[in-house]
């Protein structure tokens, strides 16, 4: 993978073949995560359909009672997983596909190979994830267990 400097944005010469093996790998995922979503979305009209019709079927129960919030945020998770699928296959077209957003150097293909969607090369990854836990209060050690009167 070799880059090119237009302006301020770097560009990405993946080979072509390289380019449609991700492309054929991006359209298969972003397929598999619609079904999947449709499927989350029918099932979870069906589980209001039917707890609101008082019906529930013995041989599924534990399919009804599920907290109604877990379909919903899979459904969300889909939502932002197809997001990101269409950024990536957005990043082919424009010809940045497999630039790091934050520092503008190649991802390897390695990274791309494990995570298509990915936007950041690892160590900006890992930086952003160090960060995301200090501000979360965790840097990754384990705290001393304060006694109640200190804590």
């Given amino acids: 993978m070799t880059q090119e400097r237009t302006g301020a944005e770097t560009r990405s010469t993946l080979n072509k073949a390289q380019l449609t093996y991700f492309q054929e790998l991006l359209d298969s995922k972003r397929r598999e995560a619609l079904r999947e979503r449709r499927d989350l979305s029918q099932r979870r009209r069906l589980e209001i359909n039917v707890s609101e019709n008082n019906h ?6 534990a399919d009804h009672t599920a907290d109604p919030s877990a379909a919903e945020k899979l459904i969300s998770k ?15 077209k424009n010809g940045t596909y497999g630039i790091c957003e934050k520092c503008q150097r190649p991802i390897s293909k390695k990274r791309l190979q494990a995570t298509p969607i990915a936007n950041l090369c690892c160590p900006c990854k890992e930086k952003k994830e160090r960060q995301e836990r200090q501000l979360k ?15």
């Fill in 78 to 92: 889909h939502k932002k997983m197809l997001a990101k699928i269409d950024e990536a296959l957005e990043n082919i």
């Fill in 137 to 151: 209060g965790g840097n990754g050690t384990k705290r001393p267990r304060l006694s109640p009167l200190y804590a």
């Fill in 56 to 61: 529930l079927s013995t041989d599924h129960v």
